[in-house]
């Protein structure tokens, strides 16, 4: 069974991987991928996708680019002769691309959907404190994420699970799942469900605005947005009119006695480096200073002198 791959971020390598190795049963005829991007050094060589890295590392042929509209693009995938097209964490293809797949095109999509549809079904999954995630295989249609379910599997989300970690897991689990999809279509048993509409939640693309951190919410739920972020994007707050990235957040459980209680507001006790959010105390322990390298809450708190009153949100 001829296959055309298409991914781009390291979410999708395990994916790759694990279709190359069932080289005895599907033949990997083209890998697709983002092009090469510049690099933070001025002078330094672009960076490739991590599927273009591995791509080559497996000696796959490798297309790159970032306009799947382009007549180019479609010309190779038509040349390729792709019996299916294996989609995870690329860009949307139009249907005259995604209809070239003899057998069907299917989606890698990192949630149980039709719960968290959109761009970071990760991030806004742990964001709004789910127990459970998963992942789904899905058909190709027109509109973005709706096409019928192939098949689904579930993952608990750990209490110290972040956006991060909860992503590695999910990408092996995804990996084992497209295989399945594609032993399913290639010996006929392939069965679907309509997604139900009823159950749907949106995960929409992250932004500078909102991966802001609104103090003035419950201890909890500030602890979820935070981890939902981490450690790319991260949630992100203002102190003294500088940025600062937070990684981990845990509420407080016991009692604290400060006359601070403005929501946002710093405290810095037995060298722990403290905020307050609507209805108590969180301990900042991973945190970035602007200009400054990650770092530990307690190491931040030690050379930390807030002014009375100050407070992270309110600049």
Do not use: C
């Amino acid at each position: 069974m001829r296959i055309v791959f298409m991914g781009t971020p390291e979410f999708a390598v395990p994916s790759l991987r694990s279709i190359a190795a069932e080289h005895d049963f599907f033949e990997l005829v083209l890998v697709v991928t983002g092009s090469d991007k510049p690099r933070r050094s001025r002078n330094a060589p672009l960076e490739p996708s991590p599927v273009k890295i591995a791509a080559l590392e497996l000696g796959l042929q490798v297309y790159e680019t970032d306009d799947v509209s382009s007549p180019d693009f479609l010309s190779v995938v038509a040349d390729s002769a792709p019996d299916v097209i294996v989609v995870a964490a690329f860009r949307i293809l139009p249907p005259e691309v995604y209809g070239l797949a003899k057998l069907g095109a299917f989606n890698l999509h990192a949630s149980l959907l039709p719960a968290y549809r959109g761009a970071a079904p990760i991030n806004w999954a742990i964001i709004k404190g789910e127990k459970e995630s998963g992942v789904t295989t899905f058909f190709l249609q027109k509109t973005v994420d709706t096409g019928n379910v192939i098949m689904q599997e579930k993952i608990p989300v750990l209490p110290d699970d972040n956006a991060s970690t909860l992503s590695v897991k999910l990408s092996h689990l995804g990996a084992e799942l497209v295989v399945k999809t594609l032993r399913s279509i290639q010996t006929g048993t392939v069965e679907v469900q309509a997604q139900d509409d009823a159950l749907l939640s949106r995960a929409p693309k992250l932004t500078r605005e909102n991966t802001r951190i609104n103090w003035n919410q419950p201890a909890e739920v500030l602890s979820d947005f935070i981890r939902g972020l981490a450690m790319k994007p991260a949630a992100w707050t203002t102190v003294q009119k500088r940025t600062m990235k937070i990684f981990r957040a845990i509420p407080v459980a016991e009692e604290i006695s400060s006359p601070e209680e403005q929501p946002g507001s710093i405290l810095v006790e037995n060298g722990r480096f403290l905020v307050r959010g609507s209805d108590g105390w969180l301990e900042v322990t991973q945190l970035q200073p602007e200009g400054r390298k990650p770092m530990e809450g307690a190491e931040f708190a030690r050379g930390f002198r807030p002014e009375s009153g100050t407070a992270l949100l309110f600049e």
